[in-house]
C-alpha cells in the first residue's frame, strides 16, 4: 500500500477499505507515517466526511493501536459514562453513588480538566489522601468489592488518538464530527465496559454549541457503538448555564454530596437521573425508565447513595471526614459578593465566561501538566430564571489571590445578562438519542 494513494483516494472521496484504514493508522502509529501526509488525509475527511463503515474501522483502528483494558474479571454488566465537557459538571460524583448503590458495577477511566472545562479526577483529588491513580488490580478488585472505582487514565489507551487529535489541533480539523465521533469512542471502546451512556452536552459552556451538530455528533457515536456491539445511547443535554450553582473543584465536591443527602439542585437532578435511568436500562435493574427513577429517588431519600460515596472515597484513600463536613474543603481565603446592578429577571449565565473565571482564579489549567488551585470557585447563587432585584448577590468567588478575584469578578458580571421579562427555566434534557 501506499500513502498517496490512499490520500487520493479519500480526496476522490471513494470509500477507503478496513484493510487500508488499519494499516494507515497502524503505521501512524509506528510513526512509519509522517505528519504532514497525515495532515493531508484529515483535510481530506473534513471535506468529503466518513461513510459508515470508514467511521467504524477508523474507530476500532485507533482502539487497537495501544492498550485495551480487560475488564472480564467484573462481575455484572459494566455500563460507562462519558460527557463531551462542561463547566459545574458534577454528575459522573454523584452517579457513583448512586449506580454504586443499587449494586451495579461503575468502573471508570476518568481524566483531568483542561482549558474552561472541569475534569472527575481533579475533583476527586481535592479530597485529601485522595487516590486516583490505582494500578489494573485495585481497579478490578475495588469494582468488585464495593461496585465502584475511578482511576485516572495511565495505560496508554488509543495512543493513536491522542497523536492524531495533536494533529488536528494544529492543521484544523478538530471540528469535524466524524473525527470527534471516533476520537471519543476510540477511548471508550478501549476502557473495556460492555454499554455506554454518553452526555453530549450543548451550549455556551460544551464543545458542541448547537443542538444540531451535537445531534449529529451523537448519532455518529451511537452508531459506532451499536457496530462495535456494545448497547450505546446519547442524551443531548443543555450546557448554557453552568450546570447546579457550584463551579470550581471542591466546590463541586461539596454540591455532589448534598445533592447525595437529598438537597439536589433540579436542573443537576434532571440530568442525573436521565443519564442514570438508562444505565439501569443497559445493565439491566430496571424495565423502564420510571422504574430506574424511583429506583434512584429511593437510592438517595433512604441515604444508600450518599454511604455507597463515603466507602467509594474511603476506599480510594479519601479522608471521609471532608465528606462529612464538607464545609471543610471550602478553604479559599477570599470570598467577594457579586451583586446585581439592575433588577429583573436572568436570562443568561454565560457557562464558557463563568468556567474560564474560575481559570482565571487558578481552579483550571492551560496544559496537562499545570498545578490548580481546588479550593477556589464560583457559587451561583441565582439561576436563569430567577428574579433578582438590584443590589441581590448573584454569585460568590471564592479565592486566594485579590488581583484574580478582581479579574474574575469582572467576568462573572459581564457573564450575567437580566432583563425585564420574565424567563421560563431552560429545558436541560434536549434529545435522546439510540
Ligand atoms: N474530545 C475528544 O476526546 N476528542 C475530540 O476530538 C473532541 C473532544
Redesign the pocket.
Known amino acids: 500500500m501506499r500513502v498517496t494513494d490512499l490520500i487520493e483516494k479519500k480526496k476522490a472521496n471513494k470509500e477507503l477499505t478496513k484493510e487500508e484504514i488499519h494499516w494507515f493508522i497502524k503505521n501512524y502509529t509506528l510513526e512509519n507515517i509522517p505528519d504532514y501526509q497525515m495532515s493531508a488525509f484529515l483535510m481530506a475527511v473534513y471535506f468529503n466526511g466518513l461513510s459508515k463503515n470508514e467511521l467504524t474501522e477508523l474507530t476500532h483502528a485507533m482502539r487497537s493501536s495501544g492498550d485495551t483494558l480487560d475488564l472480564s474479571e467484573i462481575k455484572g454488566i459494566k455500563v460507562d459514562k462519558h460527557s463531551?465537557g462542561g463547566v459545574g459538571d458534577k454528575v459522573t460524583l454523584i452517579l457513583i453513588g448512586i449506580i454504586g448503590a443499587l449494586d451495579v458495577p461503575f468502573a471508570k477511566m476518568s481524566g483531568r480538566g483542561l482549558g474552561y472545562t472541569g475534569g472527575t479526577i481533579d475533583k476527586l483529588e481535592s479530597i485529601p489522601g485522595f487516590r486516583s491513580d490505582l494500578s489494573t488490580r485495585e481497579f478490578i478488585d475495588s469494582v468488585n468489592s464495593i461496585n465502584v472505582a475511578i482511576a485516572a487514565q495511565t495505560t496508554e489507551l488509543a495512543p493513536a488518538?491522542k497523536k492524531l487529535?495533536a494533529l488536528?489541533d494544529v492543521t484544523a480539523t478538530?471540528d469535524e464530527i466524524s473525527?470527534?465521533a471516533s476520537?471519543?469512542m476510540s477511548?471508550k471502546l478501549a476502557s473495556g465496559c460492555d454499554g455506554i451512556v454518553l452526555d453530549v452536552t450543548v451550549g455556551s459552556g460544551a464543545?458542541m454549541k448547537d443542538v444540531e451538530s451535537a445531534r449529529k455528533l451523537a448519532q455518529k457515536m451511537v452508531e459506532i457503538g451499536k457496530n462495535s456491539d456494545k448497547e450505546t445511547v446519547a442524551v443531548l443535554t443543555n450546557m448554557d448555564e453552568p450546570l447546579g450553582y457550584g463551579i470550581g473543584n471542591s466546590i463541586e465536591i461539596a454540591e455532589a454530596v448534598r445533592t447525595l443527602k437529598g438537597y439536589g439542585m433540579p436542573d443537576v437532578l434532571e440530568v442525573v437521573y436521565t443519564l442514570g435511568a438508562y444505565m439501569l436500562l443497559i445493565a439491566k435493574k430496571a424495565n423502564n425508565i420510571g422504574e430506574a427513577r424511583v429506583l434512584m429517588e429511593t437510592a438517595i431519600s433512604n441515604g444508600s447513595a450518599y454511604n455507597k460515596f463515603l466507602e467509594f472515597v474511603q476506599n480510594q484513600g479519601g479522608d471521609i471526614s471532608y465528606v462529612k463536613n464538607y464545609d471543610a474543603l471550602i478553604n479559599a481565603s477570599i470570598i467577594r459578593e457579586v451583586n446585581a446592578e439592575e433588577s429583573g429577571y436572568i436570562h443568561r449565565i454565560d457557562a464558557r465566561t463563568v468556567g474560564e473565571a474560575v481559570m482565571a482564579l487558578g481552579g483550571g489549567r492551560e496544559n496537562l501538566d499545570d498545578e490548580i488551585d481546588a479550593s477556589v470557585g464560583v457559587v451561583l447563587n441565582k439561576k436563569i430564571g430567577d428574579q433578582v432585584k438590584r443590589g441581590q448577590i448573584l454569585a460568590y468567588i471564592y479565592g486566594n489571590d485579590e488581583n484574580k478575584v478582581d479579574t474574575a469578578y469582572e467576568m462573572i458580571v459581564s457573564a450575567y445578562e437580566i432583563n425585564e421579562e420574565r424567563i421560563e427555566r431552560p429545558k436541560m434534557i434536549l434529545d435522546i438519542i439510540q
Do not use: A, E, G, M
Request: no cysteine; charged share 25%.
Open positions: 463531551s488518538d487529535y488536528r478538530v473525527l470527534i476520537s471519543i477511548k464543545f
